[in-house]
């Protein structure tokens, strides 16, 4: 397993760094479903945003989705 450090230069830039990362995720995902887990608090509100407008959401696979809490 690699880790891939991403800085971002203010809030709006980790929004959407989190939402790329999260869509290249679940496209690339072997198998039937991607498993993600949903953080509470403030922070990824902006994320969970974004994920639901264009063009993330017509990106996502959101029926091979699983949430969890």
């Given at each position: ?6 800085i971002?230069?203010?809030?709006r830039s ?6 790329e ?12 479903t991607f498993?993600?887990c ?6 990824p ?25």
């Amino acid at each position: 397993m690699s880790v891939i450090l991403d800085i971002a230069d203010d809030m709006r830039s980790f929004d959407t760094q989190a939402a790329e990362t999260i869509c290249a995720a679940a496209a690339g995902a072997v198998g039937e479903t991607f498993a993600i887990c949903l953080s509470g608090g403030e922070t990824p509100r902006p994320i969970y945003a974004l994920l639901a407008e264009e063009p993330y959401r017509a990106r996502m696979p959101w029926a091979r989705i699983h949430w969890f809490f």
